[in-house]
């Protein structure tokens, strides 16, 4: 079956300018976790939604990250003026439990902010 | 504070050798620990998990010792082969709901030698 899809999977942003991330997880997951990997480390989570219910947003690093799931399926995140900071993998993971065991990971969406 | 402290950073072994990766943690509310493995340009994908009530759990070729008291537990890949070349992340995740998220490790980058 299909897994946990994300688009774009690049997307160079000038300093400044705004993105948007997809991520399109498994049919009828539940769960859905965004997290942000540097080049050589491991997955920092971001944010948590439990169908359309943003529970934790406790990882998401400045008023500039906002992400919704406003029919409890597709997810969005999106940065604002992004910084040279921002440039990352961002992972979405998806769930069919709440209580995010067994999260399947998307590919990414590779980010470079020039 | 890294919660989660994995080691060795980088490890090599021959084919048909048995690599262990190892982690250590200190938050005792942790109650779930997964494994995922990570190829260049992919999403990390789950290996094998295991919960604290168990000491040992395999799956195919690899297996979780997990040592409660110590707070520490370990990978071990039998009969390696090239093609487990990858990066291994350990994680853990806190009981009572996971709107924490996943918390990982940094991360072994393994070269299986034919």
């Known amino acids: 079956g299909a897994g946990v899809s994300q688009s774009p999977r690049y997307k160079v942003a000038k300093r400044g300018q705004d993105v948007a991330l997809r991520c399109d997880p498994i049919?009828?997951?539940?769960?859905l976790f965004w997290y942000q990997q540097a080049l050589g480390q491991g997955p920092e989570f971001l944010t948590y939604f439990q169908n359309e219910a943003q529970l934790d947003k406790s990882g998401l690093p400045s008023d500039r990250f906002f992400a919704e799931r406003p029919e409890g399926s597709v997810s969005t995140l999106k940065i604002q003026r992004t910084q040279q900071e921002d440039s990352a993998v961002y992972l979405c993971a998806s769930s069919p439990r709440i209580l995010g065991e067994t999260q399947y990971f998307g590919p990414g969406t590779r980010l470079l902010v020039l | 504070q890294q919660q989660v402290k994995q080691s060795p950073q980088s490890l090599i072994v021959q084919k048909g050798g048995i690599p262990i990766i190892n982690c250590a943690y200190e938050?005792?509310?942790?109650?779930?620990f997964p494994w995922y493995q990570q190829f260049p340009g992919k999403g990390p994908a789950l290996l094998i998990a295991?919960?604290?009530?168990?000491s040992e759990k395999k799956e195919g070729r690899f297996t979780i010792s997990f040592n409660k008291s110590a707070k520490q537990f370990s990978l071990h890949i039998m009969d390696s082969q090239p093609g487990d070349s990858a990066t291994y992340f350990c994680a853990a995740l806190s009981g009572g709901g996971g709107a924490d998220g996943l918390t990982f490790g940094k991360g072994t980058h393994l070269i299986i030698q034919p």
């Open positions: 295991i919960r604290p009530d168990v």
């Open positions: 049919s009828g997951h539940v769960s």
């Open positions: 938050n005792t509310a942790f109650d779930y």
